[in-house]
Structure formats: C-alpha cells, structure tokens
C-alpha cells in the first residue's frame, strides 16, 4: 500500500511541474474526458479544461486549484465576477472571460427560460425558477414579473439593485411597464442574499405600497416572493397579500 502512495505522491508532484502536454496520455483533463466522460474529472480538470494554457512552471490544473482553493468550492467560484477570477496566478483577462462565460451557461441551463409564454400557478413555480437564477447573487436585486388575464409571464422587469427601501422601490418604477404593457396582474420578487427568509420592515411597507398602488390603477399584485439560498417566503401564503 505504501508502495501505491509513494508512486501517486511521486505523479502527482512529477506532473505540478511539468506541462499538461508531457503528461501521461491518460492523466491529461482532455484525453481523460474523450475517454471517460465529463462526469469523470474532479472539479480542477474540468476547470483546467476551461483555463486551456498555464505559464512556465504552472499547468492550467495549478491555475484551477488555486482558484478552487481561494474560493474554496466550485459553487462559490462561480459566483465571482471578473475581477475576482484574474487576479488569481494563472488567470489573466481572456481566461477569466471564459471561465465567467461558462459559468452564466450552466446558472441558464439551470433555470428553465421563459421561451414560451409559462403559466404561474403556485408560489412554487416561481421560486423553482428563479432559485437558480439569484445563486450567488451578493446584492439584492428587485424584479416584476407581468403576467396577462390567464397568469401567463409574458415580461420580466428588472426594477432595482442593491439595499432596498421604498424610495429606490417606487410604485412608478413598478407599474411604469406593467401599465405600458396592459398587464393584467404582477408578481414582485427579490433575493435575500444573506440567507434570512424573513420578509423585513422594509419588505413589508414596500408590499403593502405596492399592493394599495396596483389597486387604484387596477393592476393586481399577486405575490411577492423573496429568494434565500434554496428557499423562499411567499407573501401570499404567509397571508401578507
């Protein structure tokens, strides 16, 4: 057994300072996936997959573990901008543009689109779609959705970023749209990003505005649904609406 581990020490150590190219054929991210499938390779190949090229002395797997272990998981790593990924050894700008391309593909693939006009018929429905759409999200972000007279989302509206509160939430920001639009109801959504389902004060009054707003234009608010990691609150089931 001891035999074993020396030899795996010895590759693995052989391999951290030698080019991905000089590599054993079946130790290489690439040819490994040719001929084992994706589902084969640890996170770091299949990020180094994506990096391509290192530099003298550091592989596109080095450049991948250090990113791996300066943010410590692949989930979290997916949810950095930019200017976070090329600062790390071995990313420079074009690697880093890949890497956030790859990452926006797989947040789409993940959250069904709105191709064809859906119809919302639980708070459910709304989360199951936009729980993957506010992963990683650092700030709060305040969306509407408008829905026609048989509860098909035909538009989504993108209302505010950051800290919210009543003056950046303004019912004519909201209904500006929906009223363009002759929508026949709303749903309102935002995420929390510090994991808290609790609606707050602030929540609270910017619904109940909103809600007495779309009364007099007669414009319904539905719902208002607020995203915390893999789980969310709905004012409506909580009796808020």
């Not at 074009?94 to 947040?107: N, Q, S």
């Amino acid at each position: 057994m001891r035999k074993v581990q020396n030899y795996i020490d010895k590759n693995e150590t052989d391999n951290k300072f030698k080019s991905i190219r000089y590599w054993k054929e079946d130790e290489r991210p690439r040819e490994r996936l040719i001929l084992h499938g994706p589902a084969s390779l640890s996170d770091s190949e299949l990020l180094a997959i994506l990096i391509n090229t290192g530099s003298k002395g550091f592989s596109a797997v080095d450049a991948a573990r250090e990113l791996l272990d300066k943010f410590t998981s692949i989930t979290l790593l997916a949810s950095c901008d930019m200017s976070e990924l090329k600062k790390t050894k071995g990313v420079g700008p074009a690697k880093a543009v890949k890497l956030a391309a790859a990452f926006e593909i797989a947040k789409r693939i993940k959250s069904e689109p709105f191709s064809q006009k859906k119809i919302l018929r639980t708070p459910e429905d709304v989360a199951n779609y936009y729980i993957p759409r506010f992963q990683g999200e650092r700030v709060e972000t305040f969306l509407t959705l408008l829905l026609n007279s048989t509860n098909q989302v035909f538009r989504e509206i993108d209302v505010a970023k950051g800290t919210l509160n009543s003056s950046i939430v303004h019912p004519r920001e909201v209904f500006r749209v929906a009223i363009t639009e002759s929508a026949a109801a709303i749903i309102l959504i935002h995420n929390h990003p510090s994991g808290n389902l609790e609606p707050s004060k602030e929540d609270l009054l910017i619904t109940k505005q909103l809600v007495e707003a779309g009364k007099i234009i007669d414009i319904k608010v539905l719902d208002h649904i607020i995203i915390a990691g893999d789980s969310f609150t709905s004012f409506a089931q909580k009796g808020l609406i």
